[in-house]
């Protein structure tokens, strides 16, 4: 099949587009793919796991598999579907190497007294808050990020990817590799945790 | 749909983005290994290529025309040999079929041009049908395979 001619101007040339050029060794069109999806794979994985050093690092390495693997992308499957892959899969591992350690607003599951319940707590509106941090304490966005916090990371990832990303459920199913039936499953019981966390915001 | 789900839904639409440190970008270039652009990467290959096609036609054509002789020769034995064994093998293919038990009664129901005609007919349709089979058995299912298993 012939190839769509290129835009003069990367920035209007599709993802197909830009990963032949990539492929073809422009590093322009490197910088680019970077550029399309920084903003949001950061995003998803700074709300996933909740700290900024750490959502770059994720997102750094979810950057350099996908660049790295180029040549293993099949075009028939969406860009953005395979970025977004590898960026969740890359926050679940790390959440489960830490046994929900880093998102637990409560405190890890496994800690036996209340002092070690403390220490591995979240804490919220601490000094030297996050940007994420500070979106919170402003009324309802705020309310927002701490209740999608508290979701399991299932749903956290299906709800973001659905209502944050803009994602159809069936990109949602390829990215999570999950049924679609699972995925409607989960957002659906996302939103009925989210409804009841923030029922005191009824008027 | 409550007031607070629309509520919910509208602020879950409408959270901010955010974004990585400016040197983001720099930093994930700096560990990926770009390929050589492509010209780079393939004018040696292609370089080396032209000039063996080139060397080898000019070998063989000067050794052709120092030994034309011997090369009539073998041109005319190899076509010889040949020529007899595709003969003989088109002998017996036909000496197998005929020899078929079915082949005479298809020979004697096809010995009217109405009847040829209808053979052949079905035997199209059969032929159609069995393309359209083994299409169906090796197109791919529609819905695409998640193929990324980082």
């Known amino acids: 099949m012939a190839e769509a001619p290129l835009p003069p101007d990367l920035k209007s040339a599709t993802d197909q587009q830009v990963v032949t050029q990539a492929r073809k060794g422009s590093e322009t069109a490197y910088r680019e793919l ?30 350099i598999k996908v660049l790295n693997a180029l040549d293993s992308y099949r075009p028939e499957f969406k860009f953005s579907s395979w970025v977004f892959k590898i960026a969740n899969n890359a926050a679940i591992d790390h959440l489960r190497r830490r046994e929900l350690d880093t998102l637990s607003i409560e405190g890890s599951p496994h800690a036996e007294t209340p002092q070690m319940i403390e220490a591995t707590a979240l804490q919220l509106g601490e000094r030297g808050e996050t940007a994420l941090e500070a979106v919170e304490n402003k009324e309802l966005g705020g309310e927002i990020e701490r209740a ?56 | 749909m409550t007031q607070l789900d629309r509520a919910v839904l509208t602020a879950l639409a409408s959270l901010p983005t955010y974004a990585p440190k400016p040197t983001f970008a720099d930093g994930v270039l700096a560990q990926v290994r770009t390929p050589e652009p492509m010209a780079a990467r393939t004018a040696w290959p292609r370089l080396a290529l032209a000039a063996s096609v080139v060397v080898s036609l000019g070998a063989s054509a000067a050794w052709s025309l120092l030994n034309r002789d011997q090369l009539l020769g073998w041109i005319q ?74």
């Open chain 1, 148 to 203: 999608i916090a508290k979701l399991r990371p299932e749903y956290r990832s299906c709800i973001l990817l659905r209502h944050v990303e803009g994602r159809a459920y069936e990109e949602i199913a390829d990215i999570l590799n999950l049924p679609l039936g699972t995925v409607k499953t989960y957002i659906h019981r996302a939103r009925n945790e989210l409804r009841i966390t923030l029922a005191h915001l009824k008027p």
């Open chain 1, 34 to 63: 970077v550029r399309r999806y920084e903003r949001p794979v950061f995003s998803l994985v700074f709300r996933m796991v909740r700290n900024r050093e750490l959502a770059e690092d994720l997102a750094q390495e979810t950057f």
């Open chain 2, 77 to 150: 034995s190899f076509s010889a040999e040949t020529g007899r064994t595709v003969w003989l093998g088109v002998r017996v293919v036909a000496t197998n079929l005929t020899a078929q038990p079915w082949y005479t009664p298809l020979r004697e129901f096809a010995s009217s041009p109405g009847r040829l005609v209808l053979l052949l007919g079905g035997s199209l349709i059969l032929y159609a049908a069995a393309l359209v089979a083994l299409r169906r058995l090796l197109t791919p299912p529609s819905r695409p395979v998640p193929h990324a298993n980082w």
